[in-house]
């Protein structure tokens, strides 16, 4: 009996500890990761959508505290291969960090955490807190990429539900007239901080509320699709209601009232309906008796020795990628090298001023070239070349930041844009074509990138390329290239000049690119 006793006094001691230990570990990473960890932060303060952050680190303490009397219950049994899922995730962070990634980074060191669990008390423990640690990723600020779809969805919703009303409606992209005025579906229309809210806190009531997985994923889904519907739905309400009462009503602030005060209504449904099939807590102590099975076993106490060696051993892995993406930082006072352009072709002339007032729009201090041409049959073409070089974090080629038109306040409008490739001197070049209106001019307009001698139309794909030039070379030179003409009704005969003016003058942009990416 003594024996026994003995034992169990000696786990719980050597647990204790041990959670003590993963607690020092986890803020040791968040001070090792300090930078990445303030941006999240800093990004939940700045941002209403992501104000949520703020409370999961909480939620999820309560969590584990619900849950303090069965952790020490269970036997711990560090797991040094888990180090490996560590190293793992310094690797991708650190590939991140190169790429100017942010979102990465973040899931990264939020990934991590979970892994200290599993590194230090095991991966029964970690399993035991498998949903408090994954509701950690609820922490990072995601969603910005959900912006465009959701966004396509409304003004779809909205254009055909008004249709199904007998209202007339002139639609160019998310922007369309009603006889009684103009609206328009803009980021904060999107819904996506009504999905984001439901979703956060859908998962944590069917979590709280159901045992069954199938039941809390049925509810998990509908807590997605439900704000999306509702958005649509939300969107069409005001903009009826605007129209109903000759634009006088839900045009302003008001309309904004309305949707929060719509979508809460929504959610309490949501919630009410949920609650219906709830079930109660009445078989947790099950697998908490599977749990204890080996509690009496003394050989699996671990020694105070061993679990400080692992928690050392975690913060060394841990420390290797700052201190080498630290090592890869170039001297941040740089400035951009100057681009010149000598082109050769004498088909086209450059010409002083531009005859419409559309720029781009760049965040940081790129390098920056502005030329506007005119060929033998008077049309024009405009030719923007932008281009970071010691990219960092707020001074980056690849960023939401960066725009052809903000989103407020701009006499132009984006009313299109796809991908298409032209042969262009027996070479395929890819580019995004893109539609953009004023009330005086529309303009086309072709981008891509160029990083280092790759060239890509693909955000994405611009991050992976950084990421290895910087890995590999050392090189993070990008730039963006935008070729631009005015037309009239139909962008097609458009498309012929810019055609003609990249067979041109492509080689000369090319050759004047290498120029400025090897000063």
């Not at 956060?200 to 998990?220: D, E, H, N, P, Q």
């Not at 076993?297 to 928690?311: L, N």
């Not at 070349?385 to 984006?414: C, F, H």
Request: glycine share 6%; net charge negative.
């Amino acid at each position: 009996m003594n024996t026994v006793v003995l034992s169990e006094k000696s786990n719980h001691s050597s647990i204790y500890f041990a959670i003590l230990m993963t607690v020092l570990a986890i803020v040791g990473i968040l001070i090792i990761y300090h930078k990445t960890v303030g941006s999240m932060v800093d990004t939940w303060y700045r941002s209403e959508t992501y104000a949520h952050g703020f409370l999961i680190l909480p939620f999820v303490i309560y969590m584990v505290w619900t849950k303090r009397k069965n952790i020490v219950t269970l036997n711990h049994q560090p797991n040094l291969s888990a180090l490996f899922g560590l190293f793992v995730l310094g690797v991708l962070w650190l590939i991140a960090e190169l790429a100017s990634v942010q979102v990465v980074m973040q899931y990264a060191v939020v990934a991590m955490l979970p892994i200290v669990v599993a590194v230090i008390l095991g991966y029964r423990i970690m399993f035991f807190l498998a949903f408090p640690l994954a509701y950690l990723f609820f922490a990072v600020p995601f969603g910005d990429i959900l912006i465009p779809p959701l966004i396509n969805f409304t003004a779809d919703f909205t254009v055909s539900a008004l249709q199904l009303s007998g209202i007339p409606v002139y639609r160019e992209g998310t922007f369309f007239s009603l006889p009684t005025g103009n609206w328009s579906v803009v980021e904060a229309c999107s819904g996506l901080r009504y999905l984001i809210a439901s979703v956060t806190l859908g998962t944590l009531f069917a979590y709280l509320t159901y045992r069954s997985f199938i039941k809390r994923m049925i509810f998990i889904a509908f807590s997605i699709i439900v704000p999306i519907i509702a958005n649509g739905i939300r969107a069409y309400l005001i903009v009826m209601t605007g129209h109903l009462s000759d634009m006088q009503l839900a045009v302003g602030v008001d309309h904004l009232i309305y949707g929060w005060v719509f979508f809460g209504f929504v959610m309490l449904i949501l919630f009410w309906v949920g609650s219906l099939w709830r079930e109660d807590k009445a078989n947790d102590d099950d697998s908490l008796r599977n749990d204890n099975r080996i509690i009496g076993d003394s050989d699996s106490v671990v020694s105070v020795k061993k679990t400080i060696f692992i928690t050392s051993s975690v913060l060394a892995v841990a420390l290797i990628w700052p201190i080498y993406a630290a090592h890869l930082e170039k001297d941040v006072d740089f400035v951009q090298p100057e681009f010149n352009f000598n082109y050769t072709e004498k088909n086209w002339r450059m010409v002083d001023d531009a005859v419409f007032d559309w720029r781009p729009i760049y965040i940081g201090s790129p390098g920056q070239f502005e030329a506007h041409f005119v060929n033998n049959e008077n049309r024009r073409v405009s030719l923007f070349v932008t281009y970071y070089q010691n990219q960092r974090q707020g001074n980056e080629l690849i960023n939401s930041g960066n725009a052809l038109v903000p989103e407020m306040d701009s006499p132009w409008k984006q009313v299109g844009e796809r991908v298409q490739s032209s042969m262009v001197n027996s070479r395929n070049v890819t580019y995004r074509q893109a539609q953009l209106s004023s009330y005086y001019e529309n303009l086309l307009v072709w981008r891509w990138f160029v990083l280092d001698n790759e060239d890509t139309v693909s955000p994405y794909m611009a991050k992976v390329i950084l990421a290895k030039n910087r890995l590999l070379t050392d090189n993070d030179f990008g730039a963006e290239v935008i070729i631009v003409t005015p037309f009239g009704v139909q962008p097609d005969e458009a498309e012929s000049v810019l055609q003609q003016f990249l067979e041109d003058m492509l080689p000369d942009i090319s050759d004047s690119l290498d120029l400025v990416n090897g000063q």
